[in-house]
């Protein structure tokens, strides 16, 4: 069973940045698509930023746009989240997805991102 790790996050001022990781237990992290998710207490988990195995961004959330940039990493297998310009409602529990639909369907187990002064 492939295992996800998340690290990078933290406690930040607004407008500061942080960058998240998630690396991956196995190779076929180069077979499926990743997708960052955040979710807030009480509140369903939306998702963040999504990259396809071919290395398109298929889909960024309005409301990071311009400010968040995902990527990654295959012979790493690691994929990553830049965070610019963070602010307060950038706070949440972020967490990565590996195949999400698919039979592999792996979830890291969180980063907390605190954006506060």
């Not at 979710?39 to 999504?50: C, D, N, S, T, Y």
């Not at 290395?55 to 940039?69: A, E, H, L």
């Amino acid at each position: 069973q492939v295992q996800l790790v998340e690290s990078g996050g933290g406690l930040v001022q607004p407008g500061e940045s942080l960058n998240l990781s998630c690396t991956a237990s196995s190779n076929i992290f180069r077979l499926y698509t990743m997708a960052w998710y955040r979710q807030a207490p009480g509140k369903q988990r939306e998702l963040v930023a999504r990259i396809t195995k071919s290395d398109i961004v298929d889909y960024i959330r309005d409301s990071v746009k311009g400010r968040f940039t995902i990527s990654r990493d295959n012979p790493a297998r690691t994929f990553y989240l830049q965070m610019k310009r963070l602010n307060p409602e950038d706070t949440d529990v972020y967490y990565c997805n590996l195949g999400e639909g698919s039979p592999v369907d792996v979830w890291g187990r969180g980063t907390q991102v605190t954006v506060s002064t």
